[in-house]
């Protein structure tokens, strides 16, 4: 069989410090021969200019001496991964598509989407967290494209920061007048962060979990961790980790309520079942009825939504505080299934609604450039089909 021509590898640019930890900003400073015990203040100064005023130039660094931030400059940059392209929906959904440098000399430079989502009291955005997936949920556009790897922590903060950049939202920047931006004292164009976009996070638990403490320390990025949500499609040994690591909010791709549909639909159920999924939800670390646990429920017709498994859903949930999320389904070309009628999808919730469980329909964000929830996939393997097909 013959291979497919590699890519062109990019070279290794000068490294940036923008996604990093305390502890890898502590890791480079000592790499330029800085003192060990100026390492915590300088930490804490980059952490303050990166994080909290979004600098893009060591220039910007007032209060660090001139001496430092020449050997800064010489050593590092402040570079953000480059937007390739961004597409701005009808109801101001946005969609980026990111490029990431290579991480490694076998790496050709991964391209990820990540979404945001405007209403007018905050700002959502949709972080990936893997370049592909390997879930493969028949019902995902994303699940289609091949894992190619994880991203790492740095790569995981940098959609943030990209966000913000791309929105106005650090310090003196101006957001964007061709779209609904939140503003005003003391909102945030970007105040809640959901792990919902490419990959399954709870496969790149080390990294997500590290990003997490960069996305909510309170002295940079500075968001709560009840503005977090991971999302997973069920890595049931994870669930409770997840929980005593980052103390996120948890949100469950449930979709089925049946071992036998749902080892189709989501076939990682094949190895932790829908029994086991849900022991592990009832011994989530905090769990309570402050902090619910959402479940997923893409509507899907004749496959999902009849009003027995509304009743089923209900029993399967009883005594578990918890909100279920039903999706109507977000079509893509080349799937089989369709979206649930809406009066079969309102029948659905009013069921599970009178059972005492919130069950709104989650409003269709982003359609119209195939940026809702399972539309999302890159670039990266339309990209390699093209080179094998030009021979590059």
């Known amino acids: 069989m013959t291979l497919p021509a590699p890519l062109p590898v990019a070279q290794p640019a000068t490294p940036s410090l923008v996604g990093l930890t305390r502890a890898e900003l502590g890791e480079a400073l000592r790499a330029i021969d800085t003192p060990d015990r100026e390492i915590r203040m300088r930490t804490g100064q980059l952490w303050h200019w990166i994080y909290f005023q979004g600098a893009k130039d060591f220039g910007e ?3 660090v001496s001139k001496t430092m931030r020449a050997k800064l400059e010489a050593a590092y940059t402040l570079a953000r991964p480059e937007v390739t392209s961004e597409q701005v929906s009808n109801d101001g959904t946005r969609k980026w598509l990111i490029r990431m440098p290579p991480v490694d000399a076998r790496d050709r430079g991964a391209e990820i989407e990540c979404v945001y989502i405007p209403e007018s009291d905050r700002g959502t955005l949709c972080v ?71 990959g399954e996070p709870l496969f790149n638990f080390d990294n997500v979990g590290n990003a997490i403490d960069v996305l909510s320390d309170g002295d940079g990025l500075s968001l709560s961790k009840r503005r977090i949500t991971v999302s997973t499609s069920g890595v049931v040994p994870e669930i409770p980790a997840l929980g005593a690591r980052a103390g996120t909010m948890l949100a469950i791709s449930l979709h089925a309520v049946r071992d036998d549909l749902r080892d189709t639909l989501v076939p990682l159920n094949k190895k932790y079942p829908i029994a086991d999924l849900l022991d592990a939800c009832r011994h989530y670390p905090g769990l309570s009825n402050a902090r619910r646990i959402t479940f997923e429920y893409v509507m899907l017709k004749g496959v999902n939504d009849s009003p027995a498994e509304a009743r089923e859903l209900v029993r399967l949930l009883k005594g578990l505080p918890a909100k279920i999320n039903l999706i109507p389904f977000n079509p893509w070309p080349g799937t089989k299934y369709e979206c649930s009628d809406w009066d079969v999808i309102e029948r659905f919730s009013d069921i599970v609604f009178n059972a005492g469980y919130a069950s709104p329909v989650r409003t269709p964000r982003g359609r119209d450039i195939l940026a809702a929830c399972g539309q999302l996939k890159s670039e990266t393997e339309k990209v390699r089909a093209r080179a094998v097909l030009m021979g590059e």
Not at 177 to 192: C, F, H, Q, T
């Open 61 to 63: 660094m007032l209060n």
């Open 128 to 198: 990936s967290s893997q370049v592909g997936c390997t879930l493969t949920c028949t019902f995902c556009h994303t699940g289609t494209q091949r894992l190619v790897r994880n991203l790492t922590s740095q790569e995981i903060v940098q959609q943030l920061v990209v966000a913000r950049d791309q929105i106005g939202d650090f310090p003196g920047m101006t957001p964007p007048k061709d779209g609904l931006i939140p503003s005003g004292e003391g909102v945030r164009a970007v105040s809640n962060i959901v792990f919902m976009g490419m």
